[in-house]
């Protein structure tokens, strides 16, 4: 009877992805207690119940766990390398907190490189925007602007620039001969 419990315990561990069975094997001597020997039953049901949460995920405290195998394999090697924890442990939980953790340093990982990414996709776009008034001033596609309304001109582009929020700290002679040069332009085109 031995004989054969023990070969449904290898089936149970085979089972198993490949890189969490020898983390697994070790994970289930911590349920063994001091100078007694884990039965091929009980080793067969845990790793069963391992192989289910690695494999098809585990609903505990109100959330769904559904991690990638060296995730678990991770959590267990951890466990099994803690010379502190008291054994033999009665369940999971202590596991699945393990895992828990992994899969929320994970995310905030993840959430710290998107938000990164994000801000680095921004400030290229920002750079490119700013960049472009002083490649538009560059242009000279833009038309003269006749002398006898060039002063007037030069006037309405500086209110116009003051209205849409410039500072006039902040608007060179390019800038209004610019914004004159365009509103001539589209008046010129109607």
Partial sequence: MADAEFRQ??????????????????????????????TPARATKLLREITAMILDGIAFDRQFIKAPSHVWAD??????????LRRP???????????????????????TERVATRRNH????????SM??????????????PENEREQRMAAAEALLLAEGFKPAFMGQHLIEQKAREIFNAESQQ
Avoid at 11 to 35: E, V
Avoid at 91 to 103: D, F
Avoid at 122 to 129: Q, V, Y
Wanted: aromatic share 4%; charged share 20%; glycine share 6%.
């Fill in 9 to 38: 315990a290898i089936d149970a561990a085979a089972k198993m992805p490949s890189d969490s069975g020898a983390a697994a094997i070790r994970y289930i001597c911590l349920f063994r207690a001091p100078k007694r020997v884990l």
């Fill in 89 to 111: 442990i009665a369940n999971h939980h202590y596991l699945l907190r393990i895992v828990q953790g992994k899969l929320g340093q994970q995310a905030d990982h993840s959430q």
């Fill in 132 to 145: 472009q008034p002083i490649g538009e001033a560059l242009k000279p596609a833009l038309p003269e602007l």
């Fill in 75 to 84: 959590a267990m090697s951890e466990m099994a390398s803690n010379p502190e």
């Fill in 122 to 129: 921004e400030t290229t776009r920002d750079r490119g925007s």
